[in-house]
């Protein structure tokens, strides 16, 4: 659908182009290069700084490329940073927070896009401004109610919370992807005698896969990447996601940078892979509050 | 007959209310009942071991004279306008750029894009070493002949709270660009195109019709970057934890470190009531313009 509008402003465009504006065609190309470039760079920076030793930046500079790939960097980061079980603990965390989100939160979008049940505006409205709450103010009740349940330094807080927070945003995408969903096809389930768990699990969650995929690939995203709520959450630095340990790391090899660097690319390879394989998914995501 | 049907209708009722339960319970407890509780540690004194000891307004007696407290909210107000006008401008500009007939479209959109998909944390660690007085933006600085000197952009107290909000603007802007890129896609080219016919210059097409248009996406956009900003917290943390001398700190940076190095809970909890009241007006404008459907 999108696609289309765009293909379609594209056609109208280039049919009226006029003159002054075909003679500066080249010059978005100069400033969308520009900046693409510069906006690459510090990524470009830290992939180079990984590969290299550190005796190699000391003596021929921060801006060089390396004359052999060392990839020894990863090791250290990998096993003596713990790169590798902080990645681990990552995905412990992220993956229930995820799933829990997207699941519950296309119940709820579900139920209430019925129009069935009373007050189900009031409903939508609390859940999504429950995810507006800053964080710092929720942070030292969470703390408390976690040691009293004795569930801190576990991942079942931290997993409640993300849950917590993100399912008012889902919600809302997934309620407006459903509404959209002709009330013919629940009807006739419903004629045919299906109960309503059924009509969510075989009609609608098949339906609404493209807006699941979505969300699943932004939240997953958004949850990989908290560092707030690990850090008041979790002590025990065996349990800590990816986040924390690459702050660990930088404390560790403070004057190594190529440790850090390489750190910081282990750290962000995860999101970067489901950012490019589920690209197209995520931009319907992102705009879906917004139209 | 009809009782039946008005039993269905009741029993579907409370099927589907059944789907809400869950859902409810875990924002409730885990979202709800801390933020209220919030509220009344706010007025407390309270270090996590004893009991809190309600203690009025003592806090924000104190937040009132506390230098540091007046530092990060001059910060704050640094990061609402850097962080809220840098992406704006330049997030419109390259989706303006973006929404003529370009080849390669996605690659440009993908590379402008990527930072945002990166976790703060791994952010602040990279633009550490760039923002080293050695590092690479001195090293480009000193290449193009502007200065010789050896800035240290995040031990500066001059500089350090605009340098991290520079980091934050190449983190943002691809997503603030997104939005606007989409936002074009609503606007009807049919307008633009009348006012070409009579005469408009490009310019003026832009001032007068698009940019009106893209009124939903400015609301969005403005307000909020201002609630982000407000309660930003996770590149001041990694990158200076607020330093040197909170020169850096923000509401936030300064509320964690109360409540979670110093254990001042109560003080921490005023802190972020703070934040909240900041906020509020700006988190209600921004609801009313993505709910706008669902409050009518």
């Known amino acids: 659908m999108r696609n289309a509008t765009v293909a379609r402003r594209d056609l109208v465009a280039a049919s009226r182009r006029p003159l002054s504006i075909r003679l500066n065609g080249i010059l978005p190309y100069v400033v969308l290069t520009t900046v693409s470039a510069i906006w690459l760079v510090p990524i470009g920076v830290a992939l180079i700084t990984a590969l290299r030793t550190m005796g190699d930046i000391i003596q021929r500079g921060f801006i060089a490329l390396p004359q052999q790939l060392n990839v020894a960097n990863f090791g250290t980061a990998w096993e003596q940073g713990s790169m590798a079980q902080d990645l681990l603990n990552s995905f412990l965390i992220t993956i229930p927070s995820v799933a829990g989100t997207v699941f519950l939160a296309s119940m709820v979008a579900f139920a209430l896009a019925q129009r069935r049940i009373p007050g189900s505006r009031f409903v939508l409205i609390a859940l999504i401004t429950g995810s507006m709450m800053p964080p710092q103010m929720l942070s030292i009740p969470i703390y408390e109610l976690a040691n009293q349940l004795q569930i801190y330094d576990t991942y079942v807080p931290l997993i409640l919370v993300h849950i917590g927070f993100q399912i008012g945003f889902c919600t809302f995408v997934l309620h407006n992807y459903i509404r959209t969903i002709p009330a013919a096809l629940t009807d006739a389930a419903l004629t045919d005698g299906a109960s309503t768990w059924r009509i969510y699990w075989s009609v609608i969650l098949p339906l609404a896969r493209p807006a699941l995929a979505a969300m699943t690939a932004l939240e997953f995203t958004w949850i990989f990447n908290d560092y707030f709520w690990a850090i008041v959450l979790i002590r025990n630095n065996a349990l800590v996601p990816v986040t924390v340990g690459l702050v660990n790391l930088q404390g560790l090899y403070k004057v190594d940078w190529s440790v850090q660097a ?3 690319v282990l750290a962000i390879i995860p999101t970067l892979v489901v950012y490019l394989a589920l690209q197209r998914y995520f931009e319907k995501g992102l705009t879906a509050g917004v139209h | 007959m009809l009782n039946a049907l008005a039993a269905g209708r009741r029993n579907r009722v409370a099927a589907l209310s059944r789907f809400l339960i869950i859902p409810i319970a875990i924002q409730g407890i885990w979202i709800w009942w801390p933020a209220v509780r919030s509220v009344f540690l706010a007025f407390t004194s309270w270090d996590g071991i004893l009991p809190p000891r309600f203690v009025g307004l003592k806090n924000f007696q104190v937040m009132s004279g506390d230098p540091v407290f007046q530092i990060a909210l001059v910060n704050n107000l640094k990061w609402a306008v850097g962080y809220t006008f840098a992406p704006l401008v330049l997030g419109l500009a390259l989706a303006v750029l973006l929404d003529r007939p370009i080849r390669g479209r996605n690659v440009y959109k993908s590379a402008i894009y990527v930072p945002c998909v990166l976790s703060l944390v791994a952010t602040a660690v990279i633009w550490s070493w760039i923002l080293q007085p050695e590092g690479l933006l001195n090293l480009i600085i000193h290449s193009l002949g502007l200065s010789q000197t050896q800035e240290a952009w995040l031990a500066d107290p001059n500089t350090v709270t605009w340098a991290i909000i520079a980091v934050a603007v190449w983190q943002t802007s691809g997503f603030v660009m997104v939005l606007y ?47 982000a900003a407000v309660k930003t917290f996770d590149l001041v943390w990694v990158l200076t934890e607020g330093g040197p001398f909170y020169t850096s700190a923000t509401l936030a940076s300064y509320m964690y470190q109360k409540a979670f190095v110093g254990y001042r809970f109560g003080y921490a909890s005023a802190l972020s009531l703070v934040i909240l009241v900041i906020s509020l007006t700006f988190i209600v404008i921004y609801l009313r313009q993505v709910l706008a459907e669902e409050l009518e």
């Open chain 1, 262 to 264: 390489a750190g910081a």
């Open chain 2, 181 to 227: 890129f989409a936002g074009l896609q609503a606007v009807p080219v049919e307008l633009e195109d009348a006012a070409r016919i009579d005469g408009a210059t490009a310019w003026q097409v832009f001032r007068k019709i698009t940019f009106p248009l893209l009124r939903p996406v400015h609301v969005v956009v403005l307000t909020g970057s201002v609630v």
